[in-house]
């Protein structure tokens, strides 16, 4: 549970903890040491009354009317002072003072002090017979009202300690508290990949040298980022050249093959008989071409649709649907193109197409869905392309297959984002691209 507690809390309870246990260490030492100072202090006194005693029955005995001199000694008393006369015959008592009538010290203060016993008697004797007592009962109020300011004075002065170093330990807190949490905000935003902000130098030498290697740390991540980018988008360019190269040769080389076998087929099938094992055999030979033919459009059309940069995007996307319509008729396809997306070419084009025709393939084959939804727009500078199904979803453990896989790449490589979600029984696809893609990144220098 320690560790759960802020940096604050931790300094200031340990603090706080041993200012109040002062306080109560000076209570206990008050206590204790209070009552014996009093007596000691109230000690002379007591002496010199006892010594007003011995010469009082010194008089007493020298005297011609020791009870008329006693008489004059008593009434000389004073009420308020802290010598009063006990007689013997059974008249009123003197009684002590009343500590409940200190109105300057509270009760409780009163009670936690032990009051030791300070009354002492001295008798009094004429002709040999004890005639009463000089009792000494000290006022002590003074002593309770000084003892009181002193704990008085010790509470303000640990009420103050607390505040100054609650205050400096405060601000001492939030000078380290403030840099560490700076560079806690640019150590996430690093392990997130933003990298342009820089964490903010401050604090103690420890942590200004921590927030610079962590700054130095982001710059080397930026540039080799922005290598990382440069060697996808080329990898994604050497692919596409390839793809280009690759669909040239079937298309120049393959497919003039594939029509004139064709041709001759249809001719070799004219000139047999209808029924005749020749002819059967021709019959069965042109639809293995016309299969070939069709396997080598379909080859072609997924490595490079060459009508992008003829038809547009736009254009080529609404091309792509038609052909999922009339191959899956059983799943109910419907659309958002936006027509901004005609203005879009190059790499950015090719890699919408893409990731739409990636995302249809995999409701096709894997989805088991009974309807599906793609959307294309381009807003503030964004564009976002969005498939959704309501298939059986995606496995666990394995959130992108070998074709997404390769459009994550695609997609990283234009600093564009590819996620795959999946909400109230509905599987999407989100691509999220900057619409202000160029055709080439530049080379890292």
């Keep these: 549970m320690w560790r759960r507690l802020s940096f604050r809390t931790q300094l200031f309870l340990p603090l706080g903890a041993s200012l109040l246990a002062a306080l109560i260490l000076g209570g206990i030492l008050l206590q204790i040491f209070a009552a014996g100072q009093v007596a000691d202090e109230h000690e002379p006194a007591r002496r010199s009354i006892q010594t007003i005693a011995a010469a009082l029955n010194s008089t007493l005995r020298a005297s011609d009317n020791p009870q008329k001199t006693l008489d004059a000694f008593v ?35 009163v009670n936690l002090i032990t009051i030791p016993e300070m009354e002492a008697a001295f008798p009094i004797v004429i002709d040999g017979r004890h005639v009463g007592d000089i009792v000494f009962f000290p006022d002590i109020s003074a002593d309770l009202f000084e003892k009181w300011i002193g ?21 001492f ?4 508290l403030r840099p560490l949490q700076h560079l806690g905000d640019g150590l996430t935003r690093i392990r997130r990949g933003d990298y342009a902000r820089p964490i903010p130098v401050g604090g103690p030498p420890e942590i200004r040298q921590s927030c610079e290697e962590a700054n130095a740390l982001a710059a080397t991540l930026a540039q080799l980022s922005q290598d990382n980018r440069y060697l996808m988008h080329r990898l994604v360019s050497l692919q596409d050249d390839e793809r280009r190269d690759l669909a040239r040769e079937l298309h120049d080389e393959l497919g003039p093959l ?3 076998i064709r041709a001759g087929t249809i001719a070799l099938t004219d000139a047999s008989e209808p029924t005749g094992h020749l002819g059967n055999s021709a019959q069965d030979l042109l639809q293995s071409v016309e299969a070939l033919q069709q396997t080598n459009r379909r080859i072609l059309d997924r490595l490079r649709p060459l009508y992008i940069e003829e038809l547009g995007l736009s254009s080529s996307v609404q091309t ?6 009339k191959q899956a008729p059983h799943i109910v396809l419907t659309d958002a193109i936006d027509r901004d997306l005609s203005a879009i070419g190059g790499p950015l084009a090719q890699t ?31 564009l976002v392309v969005e498939i959704s199904d ?9 959130v992108f297959g070998r074709g997404l896989t390769g459009m994550h790449e695609r997609v990283r490589a234009l600093s564009g984002s590819l996620s795959l979600l999946r909400v109230d029984d509905r599987t999407y696809v989100r691509c999220r691209l900057p619409a202000e893609t160029m055709r080439d990144v530049p080379s890292p220098g």
């Design 258 to 260: 594939l029509f004139s």
């Design 320 to 325: 792509l649907l038609r052909n999922f319509r």
């Design 75 to 109: 009434q000389s008393l004073d009420a308020s002072t802290d010598i009063q006369f006990r007689r013997m015959d059974g008249g009123p008592p003197p009684s002590p003072k009343d500590l409940r009538n200190l109105k300057k010290v509270p009760q409780w203060f």
């Design 352 to 382: 919408v197409y893409r990731v739409i025709q990636e995302a249809l393939t995999n409701v096709l084959r894997h989805a088991n869905a009974g309807n599906a939804h793609v959307q294309a727009t381009v807003a503030d500078k964004t």
């Design 173 to 176: 807190a939030g000078s380290a």
């Design 151 to 171: 704990f008085l004075a010790l509470t303000s002065l640990v009420a103050v300690l607390m505040v100054l170093t609650g205050t400096v330990a405060y601000v």
């Design 390 to 398: 309501d298939g059986g979803g995606f496995p666990a453990d394995n």
